[in-house]
Protein backbone atom coordinates (compact mmCIF):
# COMPACT_ATOMS: atom_id res chain seq x y z
CA UNK A 1 0.00 0.00 0.00
CA UNK A 2 1.32 3.49 -0.95
CA UNK A 3 1.51 6.23 1.95
CA UNK A 4 -0.29 9.04 1.68
CA UNK A 5 0.67 12.08 -0.38
CA UNK A 6 1.24 14.44 2.70
CA UNK A 7 1.39 17.87 1.38
CA UNK A 8 0.08 20.08 -1.72
CA UNK A 9 2.93 22.92 -1.92
CA UNK A 10 1.50 26.06 -2.43
CA UNK A 11 2.25 28.11 -5.38
CA UNK A 12 3.86 31.66 -5.09
CA UNK A 13 5.07 34.31 -8.05
CA UNK A 14 7.80 36.10 -8.70
CA UNK A 15 9.50 38.23 -11.49
CA UNK A 16 12.93 37.38 -12.78
CA UNK A 17 15.02 40.27 -12.70
CA UNK A 18 17.04 40.84 -16.25
CA UNK A 19 13.84 39.87 -17.85
CA UNK A 20 10.99 41.04 -16.09
CA UNK A 21 9.85 36.87 -16.83
CA UNK A 22 6.86 35.80 -14.28
CA UNK A 23 7.67 32.36 -13.13
CA UNK A 24 5.38 30.66 -10.03
CA UNK A 25 7.41 28.59 -8.16
CA UNK A 26 7.03 26.41 -5.10
CA UNK A 27 8.79 26.27 -1.79
CA UNK A 28 11.78 23.26 -1.74
CA UNK A 29 10.80 20.21 0.37
CA UNK A 30 13.28 18.37 2.74
CA UNK A 31 14.81 16.40 0.18
CA UNK A 32 16.26 19.89 -1.44
CA UNK A 33 16.69 21.21 1.63
CA UNK A 34 19.00 18.33 2.72
CA UNK A 35 20.94 18.96 -0.48
CA UNK A 36 21.25 22.49 -0.30
CA UNK A 37 22.76 21.82 3.57
CA UNK A 38 24.88 19.30 2.83
CA UNK A 39 26.22 21.57 0.17
CA UNK A 40 26.85 24.59 2.58
CA UNK A 41 28.49 22.36 5.30
CA UNK A 42 31.19 21.87 2.50
CA UNK A 43 31.91 24.49 2.04
CA UNK A 44 32.76 24.34 -1.36
CA UNK A 45 31.57 27.01 -3.38
CA UNK A 46 31.49 24.99 -6.64
CA UNK A 47 28.96 22.29 -4.77
CA UNK A 48 26.74 25.21 -3.28
CA UNK A 49 26.28 26.77 -6.75
CA UNK A 50 25.26 23.48 -7.75
CA UNK A 51 22.98 23.02 -5.06
CA UNK A 52 21.09 26.41 -5.60
CA UNK A 53 20.96 26.03 -9.03
CA UNK A 54 18.89 23.01 -8.68
CA UNK A 55 17.20 23.61 -6.44
CA UNK A 56 15.45 27.23 -9.01
CA UNK A 57 15.12 24.08 -11.80
CA UNK A 58 12.90 21.93 -9.59
CA UNK A 59 10.51 24.56 -7.30
CA UNK A 60 10.21 27.05 -10.34
CA UNK A 61 7.31 25.27 -12.37
CA UNK A 62 7.62 27.46 -15.66
CA UNK A 63 9.99 27.30 -18.49
CA UNK A 64 12.59 29.98 -18.00
CA UNK A 65 13.02 31.99 -21.17
CA UNK A 66 17.09 32.49 -21.23
CA UNK A 67 20.01 31.68 -18.84
CA UNK A 68 19.86 32.91 -15.96
CA UNK A 69 22.48 35.58 -14.39
CA UNK A 70 23.99 35.70 -10.97
CA UNK A 71 21.70 38.46 -9.97
CA UNK A 72 18.62 36.55 -11.08
CA UNK A 73 19.65 33.12 -9.12
CA UNK A 74 20.57 35.13 -5.88
CA UNK A 75 16.92 37.04 -6.53
CA UNK A 76 15.37 33.52 -7.36
CA UNK A 77 16.75 31.29 -4.51
CA UNK A 78 16.61 33.98 -1.71
CA UNK A 79 12.50 34.33 -2.76
CA UNK A 80 12.45 30.23 -2.55
CA UNK A 81 13.71 30.24 0.79
CA UNK A 82 12.00 32.62 2.46
CA UNK A 83 8.74 30.33 1.74
CA UNK A 84 10.26 27.04 2.41
CA UNK A 85 11.70 27.59 5.68
CA UNK A 86 10.76 31.42 6.68
CA UNK A 87 10.79 34.69 5.81
CA UNK A 88 13.56 36.33 7.86
CA UNK A 89 16.90 35.77 8.54
CA UNK A 90 19.27 35.82 11.28
CA UNK A 91 22.67 37.25 10.02
CA UNK A 92 25.47 37.73 12.13
CA UNK A 93 27.20 41.37 11.07
CA UNK A 94 30.53 42.80 12.88
CA UNK A 95 30.22 46.60 14.26
CA UNK A 96 32.05 48.72 12.26
CA UNK A 97 33.12 50.44 15.50
CA UNK A 98 34.04 47.39 17.53
CA UNK A 99 33.85 44.52 15.47
CA UNK A 100 31.87 42.58 17.60
CA UNK A 101 29.83 40.32 15.71
CA UNK A 102 25.79 41.26 16.00
CA UNK A 103 23.02 38.70 14.93
CA UNK A 104 20.65 40.46 12.82
CA UNK A 105 17.05 39.55 12.04
CA UNK A 106 16.62 40.45 8.05
CA UNK A 107 13.93 40.28 6.19
CA UNK A 108 14.23 38.31 2.98
CA UNK A 109 10.65 39.70 1.60
CA UNK A 110 12.34 42.82 1.58
CA UNK A 111 14.96 41.89 -0.52
CA UNK A 112 15.40 43.52 -3.95
CA UNK A 113 17.90 43.83 -6.77
CA UNK A 114 19.95 46.81 -7.47
CA UNK A 115 17.82 49.38 -10.19
CA UNK A 116 21.19 50.40 -11.66
CA UNK A 117 21.77 48.97 -14.99
CA UNK A 118 24.92 49.43 -16.08
CA UNK A 119 25.38 50.55 -20.34
CA UNK A 120 25.83 47.32 -22.30
CA UNK A 121 27.55 48.79 -25.14
CA UNK A 122 30.79 50.43 -23.50
CA UNK A 123 32.59 52.36 -26.80
CA UNK A 124 36.32 51.84 -26.53
CA UNK A 125 37.47 54.72 -29.02
CA UNK A 126 35.81 56.49 -31.76
CA UNK A 127 35.75 52.94 -34.18
CA UNK A 128 35.89 50.19 -31.59
CA UNK A 129 32.73 49.63 -28.81
CA UNK A 130 32.61 46.55 -26.90
CA UNK A 131 29.06 44.67 -26.03
CA UNK A 132 28.84 43.54 -22.87
CA UNK A 133 26.56 40.58 -20.80
CA UNK A 134 25.83 39.56 -17.41
CA UNK A 135 27.67 36.53 -16.41
CA UNK A 136 25.95 33.40 -15.66
CA UNK A 137 27.19 31.26 -12.78
CA UNK A 138 27.55 28.53 -15.14
CA UNK A 139 30.61 31.22 -16.40
CA UNK A 140 31.92 31.03 -12.60
CA UNK A 141 31.78 26.93 -12.76
CA UNK A 142 33.57 26.64 -15.65
CA UNK A 143 36.16 29.21 -14.76
CA UNK A 144 38.13 28.19 -11.62
CA UNK A 145 39.72 31.79 -11.15
CA UNK A 146 36.08 33.09 -10.97
CA UNK A 147 34.82 30.74 -8.36
CA UNK A 148 37.48 30.96 -6.07
CA UNK A 149 39.04 34.35 -6.41
CA UNK A 150 42.97 33.60 -6.40
CA UNK A 151 43.26 37.52 -5.90
CA UNK A 152 41.43 40.28 -6.35
CA UNK A 153 42.95 41.41 -9.47
CA UNK A 154 42.99 37.93 -11.42
CA UNK A 155 39.06 37.88 -10.22
CA UNK A 156 38.35 41.33 -11.37
CA UNK A 157 40.17 40.91 -15.07
CA UNK A 158 38.91 37.29 -15.76
CA UNK A 159 35.09 38.69 -14.90
CA UNK A 160 35.59 41.85 -17.57
CA UNK A 161 36.85 39.19 -20.18
CA UNK A 162 33.66 37.07 -19.34
CA UNK A 163 31.27 39.86 -18.88
CA UNK A 164 32.50 40.89 -22.70
CA UNK A 165 30.28 38.99 -25.60
CA UNK A 166 31.92 40.84 -28.64
CA UNK A 167 34.00 43.47 -30.41
CA UNK A 168 32.06 45.78 -32.74
CA UNK A 169 33.74 48.15 -35.85
CA UNK A 170 31.82 49.78 -38.16
CA UNK A 171 32.78 47.12 -40.71
CA UNK A 172 32.33 44.08 -38.35
CA UNK A 173 31.63 42.07 -35.05
CA UNK A 174 33.64 40.29 -32.84
CA UNK A 175 32.41 37.33 -31.54
CA UNK A 176 34.68 36.72 -28.14
CA UNK A 177 33.43 33.29 -27.77
CA UNK A 178 34.79 32.49 -31.08
CA UNK A 179 38.64 34.05 -30.20
CA UNK A 180 41.11 32.26 -28.22
CA UNK A 181 42.00 33.28 -24.27
CA UNK A 182 45.27 34.68 -25.44
CA UNK A 183 43.43 36.88 -28.01
CA UNK A 184 40.91 38.29 -25.89
CA UNK A 185 43.83 39.25 -23.10
CA UNK A 186 46.00 40.94 -25.65
CA UNK A 187 43.07 42.99 -26.51
CA UNK A 188 42.64 43.89 -22.86
CA UNK A 189 46.16 44.62 -22.56
CA UNK A 190 46.08 46.63 -25.48
CA UNK A 191 43.84 49.16 -23.70
CA UNK A 192 44.98 52.75 -22.16
CA UNK A 193 44.26 53.30 -18.56
CA UNK A 194 41.12 54.68 -19.13
CA UNK A 195 39.64 52.51 -21.77
CA UNK A 196 40.14 49.79 -19.30
CA UNK A 197 38.67 51.35 -16.41
CA UNK A 198 35.19 51.87 -18.94
CA UNK A 199 34.83 48.07 -19.11
CA UNK A 200 35.77 47.54 -15.22
CA UNK A 201 32.94 49.78 -14.32
CA UNK A 202 30.83 47.58 -15.85
CA UNK A 203 32.57 44.40 -14.08
CA UNK A 204 31.92 46.71 -10.61
CA UNK A 205 28.59 47.43 -11.08
CA UNK A 206 26.58 43.89 -12.09
CA UNK A 207 23.39 44.41 -10.57
CA UNK A 208 23.45 42.36 -6.50
CA UNK A 209 20.69 41.63 -4.44
CA UNK A 210 20.99 44.30 -2.08
CA UNK A 211 18.99 44.87 1.66
CA UNK A 212 20.31 47.51 3.74
CA UNK A 213 20.17 46.66 7.20
CA UNK A 214 20.40 48.82 10.75
CA UNK A 215 21.12 47.71 14.35
CA UNK A 216 22.67 49.46 17.54
CA UNK A 217 25.74 47.10 18.65
CA UNK A 218 24.97 44.93 21.50
CA UNK A 219 29.02 45.47 23.03
CA UNK A 220 29.33 48.84 22.51
CA UNK A 221 26.08 50.44 21.82
CA UNK A 222 27.56 51.80 18.21
CA UNK A 223 24.47 52.56 15.76
CA UNK A 224 25.56 50.56 12.16
CA UNK A 225 23.89 50.55 8.83
CA UNK A 226 24.79 48.17 6.60
CA UNK A 227 24.36 47.10 3.28
CA UNK A 228 24.02 43.34 2.19
CA UNK A 229 25.02 42.46 -1.21
CA UNK A 230 25.25 39.16 -3.05
CA UNK A 231 23.98 35.47 -1.89
CA UNK A 232 26.90 35.33 0.66
CA UNK A 233 25.88 38.24 2.50
CA UNK A 234 22.49 36.97 2.92
CA UNK A 235 23.50 33.26 4.18
Known sequence: MAL?????APVYEMTIPSTGQNVTYRPFLVKEQKNLLIAFESQNRRDLVRAVQRTIEVCVEDDINQDLTTFDVDYMFTKIRSKSVGETADILIPCNECETKNEVK???????VTDEIPEMMVPINEDVSVQMKFPTYDDFLGNTTLLDSATVTEALLQLIITCMDSVLTEEERYSLRDETAEDVINFLESMTSQQFEKVSQFANNIPNVTKTVSFSCESCGHENEKTLRGLDDFF
Open 4 to 8: PKLNS
Open 106 to 112: VDLDDVS
